[in-house]
């Protein structure tokens, strides 16, 4: 074709041929325009609004039994700039005050939405866990545990009480069970009993034998006695009168010692106790329930035993079987006092295992309980209250000046088959001490109340 020819053909084609850049050059110019954009729209960027729910106030009861309902009075404010969304609140159980994930969780409740500015305030009523150990505790919540909620503030969300709650019981029942019969049994404080229980300081379990109950009068009075003492220790009763009703002749109740022993043991070491802080005090049947609990407990501080009582026939337990009763064995200190005309209740066979063991003249089974507590009333200016008090029984070794296994059950010296370390006479009525006499190793001395 002629060169005039192309050009005008070239000519032609030009308005309708469009001639695009290359791609790297398109690209960067959109580049350059979302950069401005970009450039254009950064100072208008702002940070979202968000809430900040913070506890303001826990409020729960000074004192509480495990198993309780109690109330806790909750209050919990927006800090922030925007009302906050439903939310959760737990509510927890701390031994240090510092409220966290760690804790025991009583409850988790919900909430509605709290408004920019306001607060919720209500009063939650929950229940203690049964199984709850005696303490002191403070009660806390955390808000929003899962943080769930966006907030301004995600540290400010946890708070406990300012006091704190103790957790006590005011009583520990259970039932006992021997063949097919059960029967109710209860530890408490002596009294009403509404006091509450407290395994960290030095204790005094009293147990009543057969017939009694926790409220019979002569214990009553020896457990006041104790309590008299020393003001800052807790005397409890033991009370198993179902189970050791037995009736004007009868003896079914003997079956129940070792069942009875064997549940207050546990619920005492469930609660928390431990055995050097507990002193046991048992009268008849209750000496040989104290015994026994001395072994299922391991070891206690101390026994005093009060005229334990002798086999009755035909029962599955015998305290006169040799080493079924050893006073001194899980105890760190026993004392015993056996009555020479106790017949045919008390036994000297259980009574001469005991770390002290006395004979007491002039009185009976029943009247025995009133001379030992007539024994620890005496003043400290008493020339026998140097050898038994309740503090001698709290910390005693063998007193150095009784020789022991002087004496007989009857109350004679017997220097030879002699199983007691020393003979208690009782006035004329049989009701309080009169005198001491113990040998000192070269001779018979008498002490007089």
């Known amino acids: ?16 041929v469009v001639i695009r850049r290359p791609r790297t050059t398109r690209v960067n110019s959109v580049r350059r325009k979302f950069a401005s954009v970009i450039e254009d729209f950064e100072p208008r960027i702002v940070p979202a609004a968000l809430c900040d729910l913070a506890p303001a106030l826990v409020q729960g009861p000074v004192a509480a039994a495990p198993g309780d309902r109690i109330t806790v009075n909750i209050e919990i404010n927006n800090l922030g700039a925007v009302a906050s969304p439903k939310f959760q609140v737990e509510i927890r159980l701390s031994l240090d005050g510092i409220i966290d994930s760690q804790d025991q969780l009583l409850v988790t409740v919900g909430r509605r939405k709290i408004s920019v500015g306001d607060n919720a305030q209500w009063s939650q009523r929950l229940k203690l866990p049964e199984n709850l150990p005696a303490g002191t505790y403070h009660i806390g919540v955390v808000v929003d545990p899962g943080n769930q909620v966006p907030e301004q503030n995600e540290i400010n969300n946890s708070l406990a009480d300012t006091g704190t709650i103790a957790v006590f019981r005011d009583a520990l029942t259970g039932r006992v069970k021997y063949q097919k019969g059960t029967q109710p049994v209860e530890i408490h404080a002596l009294g009403d009993g509404l006091a509450p229980i407290n395994p960290d300081i030095t204790t005094w379990i009293v147990i009543h034998g057969r017939n009694e109950s926790s409220t019979s009068p002569d214990l009553v009075a020896l457990a006041q006695q104790i309590d008299q003492y020393q003001p800052g220790d807790q005397v409890l009763v033991l009370d198993w009168k179902k189970a050791a009703a037995s009736g004007e002749l009868g003896g079914q109740g003997e079956n129940y010692i070792r069942p009875v022993a064997a549940w207050a043991a546990q ?37 005093l035993a009060i005229d334990p009582a002798r086999d009755y026939p035909g029962g599955s337990y015998n305290p006169d079987a040799h080493g079924e009763v050893d006073f001194q064995a899980h105890a760190d200190h026993s004392w015993a006092f056996f009555a020479t005309s106790s017949f045919p209740f008390g036994s000297p066979i259980p009574a ?16 025995i309980v009133s001379v030992v507590t007539s024994v620890l009333a005496l003043p400290d200016n008493n020339p026998i209250a140097a050898d038994f ?13 009784w020789q022991p296994d002087s004496y007989s ?22 009701k309080s001490v009169s005198a001491l006499r113990y040998f000192d190793g070269s001779e018979e001395r008498t002490i007089s109340a």
């Open 1 to 16: 074709m002629p060169r005039d020819c192309w050009n005008d053909l070239l000519n032609w084609l030009a308005p309708h």
């Open 267 to 303: 619920a005492l070491t469930d609660y928390g106790f431990t055995g050097p802080h507990l002193n046991l005090v048992g009268y008849s049947w209750g000496a040989e329930v104290a015994a026994e609990m001395s072994e299922d407990l391991g070891d206690v501080n101390s026994i």
């Open 352 to 367: 001469s295992t005991a770390e002290n063991a006395i004979v007491l003249t002039g009185s009976d089974h029943f009247g």
């Open 389 to 401: 008090s309740v503090a001698a029984l709290l910390t005693a070794l063998p007193l150095p000046t």
């Open 409 to 430: 059950p009857i109350g004679s010296l017997d220097l030879v088959n002699g199983v007691f370390d020393a003979e208690l006479v009782a006035t004329v009525n049989g």
